[in-house]
T-cell receptor, first 115, second 111 residues
């Protein structure tokens, strides 16, 4: 079974530029999560989707971050404009519908460096 | 791959020894806890979980202990191997279907 795919793996941009990350979850997984992991810290949930609907986005900085999952499969996370403090690894995870929290499968992440 | 974290607490053990990684959680209402392993350049990987109605749970070479009185969680790894070298995170479920991760500990295994 293929895992969660993310691209790009690395991205370097200047502050005030825009950037987008892409996630392809495990086939059939209804729930999709985006996490931000700052160097030296644990992952922090940004947004959770159930199919194409948002379940929780309370920790998403909505003035500059946006995410969508239009067809309930792939998802994109966008930052516009980026700030230096956005430098982090952005992790995508997915889980089957009705699963427990232990069944979250993480992708390898996209490492963003903002200069 | 890139490092997960450069300033994490580090535990260094000899190959074959037992490892104990500790975690303090913040919310006494948390009812479910998970330990994750994260290798450099990869996402977190599930190791073992425990519900708040349990004090101990064992897996293959790993044991999780939960002390709700002092809000403390530990992960014990028996006969630590070089492949166990990674950053370990505890995570708690304290609201709906969301996880809150702790700060992580780097485990280094010396051959």
């Amino acid at each position: 079974e293929a895992g969660v795919a993310q691209s790009p793996r690395y991205k370097i941009i200047e502050k005030r530029q825009s950037v987008a990350f892409w996630c392809n979850p495990i086939s059939g997984h209804a729930t999709l999560y985006w996490y931000q992991q700052i160097l030296g810290q644990g992952p922090k949930l940004l947004i959770q989707f159930q199919n194409n609907g948002v379940v929780d986005d309370s920790q998403l900085p909505k003035d500059r971050f946006s995410a969508e999952r239009l067809k309930g499969v792939d998802s994109t996370l966008k930052i516009q404009p980026a700030k230096l403090e956005d430098s982090a690894v952005y992790l995508c995870a997915s889980s089957p519908s009705g699963s427990t929290l232990s069944e979250q499968y993480f992708g390898p992440g996209t490492r963003l460096t903002v200069t | 791959g890139e490092s997960v974290g450069l300033h994490l607490p580090t535990l260094s053990v000899q190959e074959g020894d037992n490892s104990i990684i500790n975690c303090a959680y913040s919310n006494s209402a948390s009812d479910y806890f998970i330990w994750y392993k994260q290798e450099s350049g990869k996402g977190p990987q599930f190791i073992i979980d425990i519900r708040s109605n349990m004090d101990k749970r064992q897996g293959q070479r790993v044991t999780v202990l939960l002390n709700k009185t002092v809000k403390h969680l530990s992960l014990q790894i028996a006969a630590t191997q070089p492949g166990d070298s990674a950053v370990y995170f505890c995570a708690e479920n304290n609201a709906g279907n969301m996880l809150t991760f702790g700060g992580g500990t780097r485990l280094m295994v010396k051959p």
